[in-house]
């Protein structure tokens, strides 16, 4: 450096003696080129070119800092500007920082996660920590449950649809011990029949199942409601509940969810986040759906293929069913009986009467109900199922059979409530927009909002007129028949005056007889 200096000074250093410099020093040769200028500025850094002057008034991130970053969602050369500002305001001595220097000591001060978390908050932040593994444990000793919405349209009744599948899975094993599906939302009765199809290791459903010992779940209300609580407390079998905003914590479930979306739904008809040409990513008008039983279909043989065939990272070259038979944990089963009846909803007791159970305002009647009226039962229904019930001896808990509704809708009038109601909510739907739909004019000073949309003088008076002919108030007419006059004698105001009716002479008035008819003069 001292010789590119002495070059320099005798005027005989050219851009080849900087550019043999930088190749053999591995940098630039703008960076030479800065070297040299802080040489000639300071002979003492020309001993250590590239060392920074250490300061003690080296610029760092301060809560101030902190706060703008969060404000202006990580956006620095904003953060800058609001700086630059607020030194100018206040005549700070030093100034702002460069711009350069703010992007220093962000990198040097903040973490990766810390600033990830200023610009997209928590969830953007967690990409960037390190978590531990849970040990594998055993078959049955934990299980995950989760709801996920699938990211593709099916066919629901000539509806496009986006169905939810509900699914418990196995820690130990990454099996998936049952799934089930439904058209619309979720609710209890998914977890209930999932969790049958999951304890139940009868064909379809075998050879995974039985109790598990613990159940995470993610505080979902469906997890957490009454109904399944009891069901689980039945079975003996713990609910953990996890914290909100922690899928890191039941891990399995959530690597199923993104796997089953970039290995199975993803090819499927109906994808809802597939890429797609022009500048709106409309799904194709002629776009062929797959029905909901078909869709279920697919969904159950992939499950198949993902317990019986699919080699996940985590069991090292084994399937979950090779990592579930190789586990000699003994397994606890249930009756599908007993379990049938520990998944439905309590509803108390009734007592049978001749017109049969009376619940929920209705009357449910079955066949064997015949000789026993008066008797004590206790209800039970899956929920969302309001068609049957089913009945229990009250004292002894002895099944005594189904329920069904009595005097049930058929299918023709079912149909025809959901077409009045669809058409219903359409044109509440058409009404709503329309009171919406209001324009006003844009501006670009301040000014008070303007509305636009002119009426003329016969279209104002004709929707005036519609809707004073809709109210029963502007119907009515009190001075139709005005009262009569007071007495002569009486001090009557003149505001009164003016609205009562005269009095007629008795001259023009003429007696009815039952010969005549009135006649109005």
């Known amino acids: 450096m001292r010789r590119l200096l002495a070059l320099r000074a005798g005027k005989g250093l050219t851009a080849g003696h900087v550019r043999v410099a930088a190749d053999a020093l591995g940098v630039s040769e703008r960076t030479v080129w800065r070297w040299l200028a802080a040489a000639g500025r300071d002979e003492a850094a020309a001993d250590e070119p590239g060392a920074r002057a250490q300061t003690s008034t080296r610029f760092t991130i ?31 001595p030093g100034g702002a920082p460069s711009l350069t220097t703010l992007h220093r000591a962000i990198r040097r001060d903040l973490t990766p996660g810390e600033r990830a978390g200023l610009a997209g908050g928590e969830r953007a932040a967690r990409k960037h920590d390190v978590f531990l593994a849970r040990p594998r444990g055993w078959r049955n000793q934990v299980w995950e449950t989760d709801h996920k919405q699938v990211p593709v349209l099916v066919d629901v009744d000539g509806k496009a649809r986006r169905p939810w599948i509900t699914w418990f899975t196995d820690c130990a094993t990454n099996a998936i011990t049952g799934v089930a599906v439904t058209p619309v939302h979720p609710s209890r009765e998914s977890v209930l029949a999932a969790l049958r199809s999951a304890v139940l290791r009868e064909d379809p459903y075998g050879p995974f199942g039985g109790l598990p010992e613990k159940v995470r779940v993610d505080r979902g209300n469906d997890f957490l409601s009454k109904t399944v609580t009891a069901a689980f407390d039945l079975l003996d079998v713990t609910v953990e509940d996890l914290p909100a905003y922690t899928p890191h914590l039941k891990g399995t479930v959530e690597g199923l969810n993104r796997a089953v979306e970039s290995m199975f739904l993803a090819a499927l008809p109906g994808y809802a986040r597939q890429p797609r040409p022009g500048k709106r990513p409309s799904r194709p008008k002629d776009e062929a759906l797959l029905s909901f039983e078909e869709f279920t279909a697919r969904l159950l043989t992939w499950t198949r293929w993902w317990n019986t065939e699919h080699q996940p990272a985590p069991l090292r070259g084994r399937t979950p069913l090779q990592a579930w038979q190789d586990d000699p944990t003994p397994l606890r089963d249930v009756p599908a009986a007993d379990l049938w009846t520990f998944t439905l909803e309590d509803a108390g007791t009734r007592t049978l009467t001749t017109r049969g159970i009376r619940f929920r305002k209705r009357d449910y009647v079955g066949a064997w109900m015949t000789g026993q009226a008066g008797i004590q039962v206790r209800i039970r229904f899956m929920p969302h199922h309001d068609h049957r019930i089913e009945v229990y001896h009250a004292a002894t808990g002895r099944y005594l059979g189904p329920a069904d509704l009595a005097d049930q809708a058929t299918d023709e009038q079912i149909s025809a409530v959901r077409r009045a109601r669809a058409a219903r909510s359409r044109r509440l739907k058409k009404d709503l927009q329309a009171v919406q739909r209001e324009r006003y004019a844009a501006v670009n000073q301040p000014a008070a909002p303007q509305l636009l949309g002119a009426l003329t003088t016969a279209q104002a008076e004709a929707e005036l007129a519609h809707a004073a002919g809709t109210s029963l108030s502007d119907l009515a007419l009190p001075d139709l028949i005005p009262p009569a006059a007071p007495p002569a004698d009486w001090r009557t105001p003149p505001s009164l005056a003016t609205r009562t009716a005269p009095v007629r002479p008795a001259s023009h008035l003429r007696l009815l007889t039952p010969a005549s008819p009135p006649v109005l003069t």
């Not at 404000?71 to 700070?92: F, I, Q, T, Y």
Request: aromatic share 4%; hydrophobic share 50%; no cysteine.
């Open 62 to 92: 301060t809560p101030e800092v902190r706060g703008l970053l969060a404000l202006w969602k990580g956006n620095v050369r904003a953060v800058h500007r609001e700086l630059v500002l607020r030194a100018a305001r206040a005549s700070a």
